[in-house]
């Protein structure tokens, strides 16, 4: 239920996961504000861009804690319709603990929504995963519209023997020299 637990001890629920996500965007001068709802039993965060407000739920985001590294964006930097739209916070529920309701779409429909891996910086470059595509890609504007891809990843294989589903579990990491 704290900073700390996601943090330092890798265990928390939504309010943790908010107020450590509230927590990282104040240390880099990125305002934001902790939210939440007795309706639905939930946490998130308001996160304002150039004092623009957008809902940002990190841990609906983090669907898996079995596969390391995987991280959704569906519900980051949307709009109150946006958020609404990904099923996760409910129209008409009693919300409290903040005063936005971010309005901006700018973002509802960004190409990030479909992409499940992180994003790594190296070079100046940022580089992603579309494992819908199974494709190593480097964006060359920030909005997505121009994106070119360097490598395909075609392969897929079962987590078990006997299992019968199989899936790229690919996965992007970068060390500051290196992509992995």
Not at 94 to 107: G, H, L, R, S
Not at 111 to 130: A, E, H
């Amino acid at each position: 239920y704290n900073a700390y637990g996601v943090l330092v001890l890798n265990d928390a629920v939504c309010k943790g996961y908010a107020l450590a996500y509230d927590y990282l965007l104040e240390q880099v001068g990125i305002n934001s504000d902790y939210c939440a709802s007795d309706d639905i039993n939930h946490a998130w965060n308001i996160v304002y861009i150039n004092n623009v407000p957008y809902h940002v739920d990190v841990t609906w985001d983090d669907p898996t804690w079995d596969m390391s590294g995987r991280v959704l964006h569906k519900n980051f930097l949307r709009s109150t319709n946006g958020i609404i739209e990904t099923g996760h916070i409910k129209s008409g529920k009693n919300t409290i603990d903040y005063t936005a309701t971010p309005t901006d779409t700018t973002y509802d429909k960004y190409f990030w929504q479909d992409i499940d891996t992180s994003f790594q910086l190296l070079d100046d470059k940022i580089y992603y995963l579309n494992t819908t595509d199974k494709t190593l890609n480097v964006l060359n504007s920030i909005d997505g519209s121009d994106s070119e891809t360097i490598k395909n990843l075609p392969f897929k294989w079962k987590p078990s023997a006997d299992s019968s589903y199989s899936v790229s579990f690919s996965k992007l990491l970068c060390d500051g020299d290196f992509l992995y």
